[in-house]
């Protein structure tokens, strides 16, 4: 189930790392990664802009009960395996290289910035939107993607040392940061929720 789409536009959030510091005499620093991968958080209250919204945040926090149950998440600022102003291609990612036994392969994205790149699983792709080539040229079948852990299963194995490359759009997994709502309706019924924090599940 995924969050309702017209609300998670208006979120704000993204990427959180966790990194150590130490500060030494001299005023050198040493620092350390807590986390090998980011973590995102959002706050989807500021995407509330009816009552209606209002009642359809309260609802979908209630039937998931709070933080048990986890969920789809639209980041509007990053769904897609492109540029935000593209559309995805079979050729947008790098997903694995062939070695004529694998038939199994994750879906990532790469995040790259000079000399420096980290990859990130996608492990929930929208059903749909998955375009797979091997060796350069698309296929149309003979792959199945496993929508919720966003494996790519061939029939047959890509043969050794050819590029299996992925075009998507994908979603968050995440879940409610919070067991309570603090609602608000003032006198004219327009409603408000001061803060809907929302914490990345990791696998």
């Known amino acids: 189930m995924r969050f309702p789409e017209n609300i998670s536009r208006g979120a704000r959030g993204g990427p ?4 150590q510091i130490v500060e030494l005499a001299s005023g050198v620093e040493e ?6 991968n980011s973590r ?21 926090f209630e039937a ?14 990053d769904y897609k395996s492109c ?11 790098l997903i694995g290289t062939g070695d004529g036994d694998q038939t199994e392969f994750q879906l990532t994205k790469a995040y790259a910035s000079g ?12 059903t749909g939107t998955v375009r797979v080539a091997v060796d350069g040229t698309e296929q149309m079948s003979g792959w199945a993607i ?15 040392g050819v590029a299996v490359r992925a075009g998507f759009e994908f979603d968050v997994p995440v879940r409610f940061d919070t ?18 924090p929302l914490v990345e599940l990791r696998r």
Do not use: C, M
């Open 31 to 36: 620092r350390n990664a807590s986390w090998a």
């Open 146 to 160: 496993d929508a919720t852990t966003g494996i790519v299963t061939f029939a047959t194995a890509p043969a050794d």
């Open 115 to 126: 000399g420096h790149n980290w990859i990130r699983a996608i492990t929930k792709p929208v």
């Open 64 to 77: 998931r009960n709070g933080r048990l149950y986890g969920f789809r998440f639209k980041d509007w600022a």
């Open 40 to 60: 995102r958080r959002y706050d989807v209250a500021y995407g509330i802009r009816r009552v209606d919204d209002l009642a359809a945040v309260v609802a979908f």
């Open 83 to 93: 540029t935000p102003s593209g559309a995805p291609t079979s050729a947008d990612q």
């Open 179 to 196: 067991d309570a709502l603090d609602v608000t309706l003032d006198i004219e019924r327009l409603g408000s929720i001061t803060s809907i």
């Open 16 to 19: 959180q790392r966790r990194t």
